[in-house]
């Protein structure tokens, strides 16, 4: 159907006016997208399921509080690597409840590494590992990692596991599945303390006394000696002289 020109016009300022009363509504830019909210590793754990032994822990030691404000007040980076619930299970029953409070916050602790690790860092990461657990020094909490292809190993002088799957990865916090615990030497194969240094042993008073008899013997009393003999010799001599000549005139 054709429309006369001056519908047409008549159209066109209708549309015209309906444009004007809404100024800005085509041209107005989207909505800013909310800023995110504050990195929580425990309700990370959560939403990816299998974790919560591992959650429980963070809890109870207080190390979750402390992790949500390096991440949250600080640029510093955080590395996790989250023990499944299966991992527990291959502890010796009561392990958990045996440690004291302070070996679970370094237990814990023991598998946060204070910076961030991405995954393609595995292969030129420098060992051992200091984990906020403290001091890497055999014996302590020294923590290895090393990679084969694309599997990477991790030891911590007790135990021997791989990293199975990547959690979560935002560049500042990485948290990585293993499955098995790791248990610091420290708590779990503890060193003995080096032994004392043995104390010095004073001489015996009988070893004092055989040398004060082997210091007698010195040079002056073995002269003397000779001297006396000597006088003895010459005084049996003149009275044996004496006797013979008493002997003679007689």
């Known amino acids: 159907m054709e429309h006369s020109p001056t519908f047409l016009l008549l159209l066109s300022t209708v549309l015209l006016l309906l444009l004007a009363a809404t100024p800005g509504t085509l041209s107005q830019p989207a909505a800013a ?87 393609s860092n595995f292969q030129t990461i420098s060992n051992p590992l200091r984990t906020q657990a403290g001091d890497s020094a055999d014996g302590h909490f020294p923590l290895n990692i090393t990679t084969s292809g694309n599997t990477v190993n991790i030891t911590s002088g007790v135990t021997n596991t791989t990293v199975s799957g990547n959690v979560y990865s935002d560049g500042q916090l990485a948290v990585y599945q293993v499955d098995q615990v790791l248990l610091p030497q420290q708590v779990f194969d503890p060193r003995p303390p080096a032994p004392a240094p043995a104390p010095s042993v004073p001489k015996s008073k009988k070893k004092k006394e055989d040398g004060d008899k082997a210091g007698d013997d010195s040079p002056a009393d073995a002269s003397f000696a000779l001297r006396k003999v000597g006088f003895v010799h010459n005084a049996v001599s003149f009275c044996v002289i004496s006797i013979s000549l008493a002997w003679f005139y007689l």
């Open 33 to 119: 997208p909310a800023p995110p909210g504050p990195t929580n590793v425990t309700k990370i754990l959560e939403k990816a399921g299998q974790f919560t032994i591992f959650i429980r822990l963070l809890k109870s030691t207080g190390v979750a509080s402390q992790l949500y404000g390096q991440l949250n007040n600080s640029e510093n980076g955080i590395t996790i690597f989250a023990p499944s619930d299966s991992s527990f299970s291959g502890l010796k029953a009561g392990t958990l409840n045996s440690l004291t409070d302070e070996q679970q916050v370094e237990l814990v602790q023991f598998h946060v590494i204070p910076s961030y690790v991405s995954s």
